[in-house]
C-alpha cells in the first residue's frame, strides 16, 4: 500500500472523558467504555492525564506492569510502545498510564498532540481519561478532542461544574480555535443514579440535569456495589460480574458508535428477606 493510500484512511477518534467535579466516576468511565469498545472489537487505548494521583492503572489491574509512563514519552526518555501495556484479558485493548510524581506542566500541548496524533495511526479510539476540573491537566486532555464524554452526577454542584466545562469545550479547544471545523461532540453521562435520592428530592431528575446541561444522552449509570467491587479487583465494571452498571455502560457505549438503543434505568436486583438472613441465594 501507498504512503498516499495509507494516509486517506480514517484515523482513530480521540474521546475526552470529563467532568467538572472530582469524584464522578471518570477514571471507572473511561475504563468501562475503553474495555466495552475493546471487547466489541475496536483497537482502543486508554490514557490516564492525571499525574501525580495516577488511578487508571489500578482500575484497569496493571499498576505492577507500569515501567515507563506517558510523561516519560512526551519527555523522550521512552518510546511510546514501550510504555503502552497491552491488556491480559482483552488483546485489543491497552493503558497508557501516568506519572503518579512528576510535575503536571510537564503535559505540554505539542507533547500531548504527538503523542495522540501517533496513536490515532493504530487505534480506533483513543479514550483520555481527564482530571476534574478546569486546571492544565483537564485542559490537556480536552484540547485535541474529537468528542467529549461529560460525567455528572444528579446533584446541583455537579451539573453546574459540568456546564463549565462545556463552556470550555466550546472555547479553549483545538477544534473550538480552528475556522469552519466542528464543534466537538458533547455527551452527558449520568452516574450514581439513585431512584430513591431522586423520590426524596436529594437529587436532581435527569430531565432536569439535561435541561442544564442541553446535550445529548448516552446513559444513565445506577448507583451500584458492583463498580466499587470491581475497582477493587483491578477489572472495568463491564468485564466483572454481570450488573445494573455493566450494562447500562454497556448500552452507553452502543449509543457511542451509533446505535439506536432505549434509554433504560436499571437498579441491581435487591437481595430478598431469606437471603439477607442467611446470605445465600434462595
Known amino acids: 500500500m501507498s504512503k498516499d493510500l495509507k494516509l486517506e484512511e480514517p484515523l482513530g477518534k480521540v474521546i475526552v472523558v470529563t467532568s467538572g467535579k472530582g469524584g464522578v466516576g471518570k477514571t471507572t468511565t473511561s475504563a468501562a467504555v475503553g474495555a466495552e469498545l475493546a471487547r466489541r472489537g475496536h483497537k482502543t487505548v486508554v490514557i490516564d492525564f492525571d499525574v501525580g494521583l495516577r488511578n487508571l492503572d489500578m482500575i484497569m489491574g496493571c499498576e505492577r506492569r507500569v515501567v515507563f509512563d506517558f510523561i516519560n514519552v512526551i519527555q523522550g526518555d521512552a518510546k511510546l510502545k ?41 487505534f480506533d479510539y483513543i479514550i483520555c481519561d481527564s482530571p476534574a476540573g478546569i486546571e ?23 451539573v453546574r461544574d459540568s456546564d463549565r466545562v462545556l463552556g470550555l469545550l466550546n472555547s479553549i479547544t483545538d477544534r473550538a480555535g480552528k475556522a469552519g471545523a466542528e464543534p466537538i461532540k458533547a455527551h452527558v453521562l449520568i452516574t450514581r443514579h439513585d431512584k430513591s435520592r431522586i423520590s426524596n428530592g436529594e437529587m436532581m431528575t435527569v430531565e432536569d440535569v439535561l435541561e442544564v446541561l442541553a446535550e445529548p444522552l448516552l446513559g444513565i449509570i445506577p448507583e451500584s456495589k458492583a463498580v466499587l467491587r470491581a475497582s477493587n479487583l483491578g477489572v472495568p465494571v463491564v468485564l466483572d460480574d454481570p450488573s445494573a452498571a455493566a450494562t447500562a455502560y454497556e448500552d452507553a457505549v452502543g449509543r457511542l458508535i451509533g446505535e439506536q438503543i432505549e434509554m433504560r434505568i436499571a437498579a441491581d436486583r435487591r437481595p430478598g428477606l431469606l437471603q439477607r438472613l442467611f446470605g445465600r441465594a434462595v
Not at 510524581?101 to 498532540?113: E, P, Y
Not at 492544565?136 to 452526577?153: K, P, S
Open 82 to 122: 514501550q510504555a503502552l501495556i497491552r491488556d491480559r484479558r482483552l488483546e485489543t485493548l491497552s493503558v497508557l498510564p501516568t506519572s503518579q510524581t512528576r510535575d503536571k506542566d510537564a503535559l505540554t500541548k505539542d507533547g500531548v498532540q504527538k503523542v495522540l496524533e501517533e496513536l490515532r495511526q493504530e
Open 136 to 158: 492544565r491537566g483537564a485542559q490537556m486532555a480536552m484540547h485535541f478532542a474529537d468528542e467529549a464524554i461529560v460525567v455528572t452526577n444528579p446533584e446541583v454542584s455537579s
